[in-house]
């Protein structure tokens, strides 16, 4: 536990090194990229998540009006506000559920759109504190895109279903045993915030280790290992996503530098061995 946490302050205090570093070292270029991708993302998210809350409505609709009774009776009037005030609800209850959907699913296509920008970021990154240029290879270049890429979609599919079983587990308490689940409840939320914590730094760490020739699985087996670390980067990654398009601009920039810092941080302590 003492090292989860050592690890957790590692990860938040390489984010706040990362800020000089980036600015310092003339970085600070990469912001652009995520910010016109997230203008673009957000432009095209309003109008899919319009289409999809007015064709959900269509069916929901039917189920909240009624035929209409004698028009000037007041019954009628007051039906006509109750029908109105459900409509309302339903219909901002799926805004939210579909806005959410769409934050949680577009931080992993960010991640994996964004693949080629933080995987030659994070090189470029660890260039300047070794001091060592690594000659561009194209090839090389195009392997760490597509395992960027394949991350992020294999981190998306494993946090959906940590996050069904706990929602599963939590309605199966609630059905069976009611005051564990208001116990419960608050917990959850927090549950859920660190897995997905954790599978967004395990992203972002994940190039500093793809340059290291390091397989998949062995990087999964270090990242457990520092798993704080991984924990403590990926939510503010999180948190900054909520942002509008500033934080998706902050958060691929300054996680990824941070995660090649603490990387480095833990090599000195020669916790990374991958024999």
């Not at 994070?122 to 504190?129: F, G, K, N, V």
């Not at 939320?189 to 190039?207: K, L, M």
């Not at 699985?217 to 704080?228: C, H, L």
Request: proline share 5%; aromatic share 14%; net charge positive.
């Amino acid at each position: 536990m003492a090292q989860f946490g050592n690890d957790l302050s590692l990860g938040v205090r390489t984010w706040f090194r990362s800020w000089q570093f980036v600015f310092s070292k003339g970085l600070a270029i990469y912001f652009i990229y995520p910010i016109i991708l997230s203008i673009l993302l957000s432009m095209g998210a309003v109008a899919l998540i319009r289409e999809v809350v007015d064709y959900a409505m269509s069916f929901v609709r039917p189920f909240i009006e009624s035929p209409p009774l004698d028009s000037s009776s007041t019954w009628e009037a007051v039906k006509q506000v109750f029908q109105d005030i459900a409509s309302f609800a339903v219909s901002f209850v799926l805004w939210i559920a579909a806005f959410y959907t769409f934050v949680k699913l577009s931080k992993y296509l960010i991640l994996a759109l964004m693949s080629p920008v933080m995987a030659y970021l994070s090189e470029r990154t660890d260039e300047i504190l070794t001091g060592k240029k690594n000659p561009f290879s194209p090839a090389q270049f195009i392997r760490d895109v597509v395992r960027g890429i394949a991350i992020a979609v294999r981190n998306l599919f494993i946090e959906l279903i940590l996050g069904w079983a706990i929602l599963a587990a939590h309605l199966s308490i609630t059905l069976f045993f009611p005051p564990a689940a208001v116990i419960l409840a608050p917990v959850i939320p927090f549950v859920s915030f660190g897995i997905g914590a954790y599978f967004f730094g395990f992203s972002t760490i994940d190039y500093a280790f793809e340059r290291k020739r390091f397989s998949l699985r062995k990087s999964v087996q270090i990242m457990r290992s520092m798993k704080g670390v991984a924990v403590g980067n990926g939510a503010l990654f999180s948190i900054l996503f909520y942002i509008p398009l500033i934080g998706v601009s902050i958060a691929t920039v300054t996680c990824t530098v941070a995660a090649v810092l603490a990387v480095h941080e833990k090599e000195k302590e020669g916790s990374l061995n991958p024999a």
